[in-house]
């Protein structure tokens, strides 16, 4: 979706360059949108709430907004992280509420069935450099879950016993916002395959190193449902994935 166009109610407002998400919960936040030649190139945080239909042949977004309601918007450097006060003057001025107030991940359809019940509610444990991330971001008032589709992708995927691969892109499910999976590249380890990663098999994102930790190991990865961009995933694709993973050991193999 990044390049698609945003469509306020009364003319065109930009394209999306990025988008924001939360790293516990997997829910999309934000739209980064590039206002162009209108607004100079400045570049405004859209709130998920506000966006309307999703034309994907025509690659493009309406929103529930006028221009003047997006110009008059709060100015924020997208270029610098995020702070909680930022994006309250932001809900605040669309009069939408806050979103924060969840930590475990929310992702919808098929992956509200995925392995036990409560692997869906089981908050990762924060390792020590993501706690003195997170504290240095507080103390910085920044947002210290609030990251970045654009940085994050690129980092190198390690499995419980080895690096497999890197990020490519992710799928977002459009009824939520929530991020159902990243897609790994793994001709770092063998050729030419790539592979669907769901987030509840995510140990930890390592900011300092670009690095995501995976719960299972290689062998696993290696032996997943291949993905091809070209074909959509779909209900069947899914019962796959899911079923192959229910029977994967945190950790380890079959």
Do not use: C
């Not at 239909?53 to 995020?82: A, M, W």
């Not at 799928?171 to 793994?186: G, Q, R």
């Amino acid at each position: 979706m990044d390049g698609y166009a945003i469509l306020a109610s009364d003319g065109r407002i930009g394209t999306v360059s990025d988008f924001l998400f939360d790293d516990e919960s997997w829910l999309v936040r934000w739209l980064v949108v590039d206002t162009g030649n209108w607004l100079s190139g400045r570049k405004v945080l859209l709130p998920t709430t506000v966006l309307g239909h999703l034309d994907v042949p025509g690659r493009e977004f309406s929103v529930r907004l006028t221009r003047q309601q997006v110009e008059d918007s709060p100015d924020i450097d997208t270029e610098r992280p995020v702070s909680r006060q930022l994006e309250t003057n932001v809900y605040d001025y669309y009069g939408w509420a806050p979103y924060w107030g969840g930590g475990l991940y929310m992702g919808g359809g098929y992956m509200g069935s995925y392995g036990a019940a409560g692997a869906m509610a089981r908050p990762r444990s924060p390792d020590s450099d993501s706690a003195d991330h997170i504290a240095d971001a507080r103390r910085e008032d920044e947002d210290p879950h609030l990251r970045s589709i654009n940085a994050v992708t690129g980092y190198h995927i390690r499995a419980s016993d080895g690096e497999i691969g890197h990020v490519e892109d992710f799928l977002i499910e459009e009824a939520d916002w929530s991020i159902h999976y990243l897609v790994v590249d793994t001709k770092n380890w063998w050729p030419a395959k790539k592979v669907l990663i769901s987030p509840l098999l995510a140990r930890r994102i390592d900011w300092n190193a670009n690095l995501v930790d995976l719960d299972v190991d290689r062998e696993s990865v290696k032996d997943s449902p291949e993905y091809d961009a070209a074909v959509t995933v779909d209900r069947a694709y899914e019962r796959r994935f899911h079923d192959y993973y229910g029977n994967v050991r945190p950790g380890g193999g079959t």
